[in-house]
């Protein structure tokens, strides 16, 4: 799904070459069905299963965004001359990444890129978000992310997001708690990388609003690979989440599956 900011964020579902405006489906039939087919989002091959959300497993195996460092950014092994795309690691890896609260089941801690934001925060969809430091490259962002785990979590609990029942937090109150005590083990960061490579941000909190008629109390999930066909009327749209009343779905999970919609 594509998401666009807006109060409410605004969701397009993509299939093939066909476009549709999931915020004016809101309250009415829905229908997903699976032919069977996946083609790899890179490469195009078909595919009998999907790996790291939407490639064949060659493609997997050899490309650098399948790696596992692009999970633990802090396990980047570029400078040992054994990264799987040095090209594609210099345009994306090797670029400045923000480090971020983000609120959608509770306090996390995140990175992205600077061209993601506000995208990665109604992916994840997160309620609240405050970006709170900026690094030159992705290792940094993960060295920065471990020392955060040391306090907070990373993971977002994906049912307590979708029932909508997450309280607001003061994100600045927890973004200064959070730099006064890690401040030794940042300076120990900035000691290795350098005095600037990690520039705490002057940002104010950023929240989110999504198209739902009513969340659901008991998350129930489809699964296409269990059921290939999907029916419901749509009561709402949350991260990358269509919440009908007969369950929830992730589309994500099933890029590269070939879909036909209903609506």
Not at 128 to 147: C, H, K, M, N, Y
Request: with cysteine.
């Amino acid at each position: 799904m594509a998401i666009e900011p807006g109060s409410p964020a605004r969701y397009v579902l993509r299939a093939g070459d066909a476009r549709l405006d999931l915020n004016a489906c809101l309250g009415k039939p829905l229908s997903l069905e699976w032919t069977g087919a996946i083609a790899c989002t890179h490469c195009g091959r078909a595919t009998k299963k999907s790996f790291a959300q939407g490639h064949c497993y060659p493609c997997f195996k050899k490309l650098a965004q399948c790696d596992t460092c692009i999970m633990k950014p802090e396990l980047c092994h570029f400078f040992e001359g054994t990264c799987r795309e040095p090209d594609w690691a210099e345009r994306h890896c090797f670029q400045p990444h923000v480090v971020y609260l983000a609120n959608a089941s509770g306090l996390k801690v995140g990175i992205t890129r600077a061209s993601q934001m506000p995208t990665r925060w109604l992916d994840q969809g997160a309620v609240q978000a405050l970006p709170i430091l900026e690094v030159d490259t992705r290792q940094q962002s993960g060295f920065v992310e471990v020392l955060f785990k040391e306090q907070v979590s990373d993971r977002t609990n994906w049912r307590a997001m979708l029932k909508g029942t997450t309280e607001l937090l003061d994100l600045a109150a927890e973004r200064d708690r959070l730099l006064e005590r890690l401040g030794s083990g940042l300076d120990n960061l900035r000691e290795r990388f350098g005095a600037d490579a990690i520039r705490v941000l002057d940002a104010a909190p950023l929240s989110f609003e999504y198209p739902v008629l009513e969340f659901p109390t008991k998350v129930v999930s489809h699964n296409l690979d269990k059921n290939p066909r999907v029916d419901g009327t749509l009561l709402g749209i949350k991260g990358q989440y269509l919440i009908l009343d007969s369950g929830v779905i992730n589309l994500r999970k099933f890029t590269g599956y070939e879909v036909r919609v209903a609506a």
